[in-house]
T-cell receptor, first 116, second 111 residues
Framework: GAVVSQHPSWVICKSGTSVKIECRSL??????MFWYRQFPKQSLMLMAT?????????EQGVEKDKFLINHASLTLSTLTVTSAHPEDSSFYIC????????????FGPGTRLLVL | EDKVVQSPLSLVVHEGDTVTLNCSYE??????LLWYKQEKKAPTFLFML????IEKKSGRLSSILDKKELFSILNITATQTGDSAIYLC???????????FGKGTKLTVNP
C-alpha cells in the first residue's frame, strides 16, 4: 500500500520560534497533499490542501501567513508553523492521495508539536 | 453545512463481542465514504464505500453504505484487544478531494 512519512514525529519548541514539518509520499507521486490538525479528543480538521507547483488552498479560519505550506515536488510538502504559540500545540497530520489507488487518502504518522 | 456524525462516541466491550459503529452524514454531492482506524498515531485506511448495499469485508471487519438513508455502519465481530482504537468516518464530496471527518468512536475492548 501507499506509504506517507512525516518528519519530525515530535517537536518541542519555545514560543516565538518557527517549526517546519515535512510530509513525503514514499512510493508514489502526489500532486495533492492535505494538512490536518487534531486536538485531544477531537476529530481531524482540514487546514489546507497543498498543490504541487501552486499555492495551497486554506480552509476558512486558518491563517495562511502563520501556516506556510510549500509543495515543491511531487513527493514532498512542508508545513511551517511560524512564530509558534502554546495554542498551536497539537497533532499535525498530513495525507496524500495515491492516484493509482482509487481516491483513497493515506495518512502520515503525524507530528506532535508542543510549544512552551 | 456539511457534517458527519458518528455514534456512539465511545464503547467498551469484552473480547469476543460483536460491535456496530454508526456514521451518518449530510453533505452536498456525496461521492464516497471512508472508514479509518486510529490508534496512537495517524489513521490507517480500512474501507472506502461508494455504492449502496454492497458490503466490504476484511477479516472480522465489514462495512456497508446506505445512500438513501445517508449512513454507514462498521461491524467488528469477535473483537480482540487489538481492535481498541478510535474509528473515524469521513465523507468525500464530488469535485473535491477534501474529506469531512466525524468525531470518531472510541472503542475499548477489554480482555
Amino acid at each position: 500500500g501507499a506509504v506517507v512519512s512525516q518528519h519530525p514525529s515530535w517537536v518541542i519548541c519555545k514560543s516565538g520560534t518557527s517549526v517546519k514539518i515535512e510530509c513525503r509520499s514514499l512510493d508514489f507521486q502526489a500532486t495533492t497533499m492535505f494538512w490536518y490538525r487534531q486536538f485531544p479528543k477531537q476529530s481531524l480538521m482540514l487546514m489546507a490542501t497543498s498543490n504541487e507547483g501552486s499555492k495551497a488552498t486554506y480552509e476558512q479560519g486558518v491563517e495562511k501567513d502563520k501556516f506556510l505550506i510549500n509543495h515543491a515536488s511531487l513527493t514532498l510538502s512542508t508545513l511551517t508553523v511560524t512564530s509558534a504559540h502554546p495554542e498551536d500545540s497539537s497533532f499535525y497530520i498530513c495525507s496524500a492521495r495515491d492516484p493509482g489507488i482509487a481516491e483513497t487518502q493515506y495518512f502520515g504518522p503525524g507530528t506532535r508539536l508542543l510549544v512552551l | 453545512e456539511d457534517k458527519v456524525v458518528q455514534s456512539p462516541l465511545s464503547l467498551v466491550v469484552h473480547e469476543g463481542d460483536t460491535v456496530t459503529l454508526n456514521c451518518s452524514y449530510e453533505v452536498t454531492n456525496f461521492r464516497s465514504l471512508l472508514w479509518y482506524k486510529q490508534e496512537k498515531k495517524a489513521p490507517t485506511f480500512l474501507f472506502m464505500l461508494t455504492s449502496s448495499g454492497i458490503e466490504k469485508k476484511s477479516g472480522r471487519l465489514s462495512s456497508i453504505l446506505d445512500k438513501k438513508e445517508l449512513f454507514s455502519i462498521l461491524n467488528i465481530t469477535a473483537t480482540q484487544t487489538g481492535d481498541s482504537a478510535i474509528y473515524l468516518c469521513a465523507v468525500r464530496q464530488g469535485g473535491s478531494e477534501k474529506l469531512v471527518f466525524g468525531k470518531g468512536t472510541k472503542l475499548t475492548v477489554n480482555p
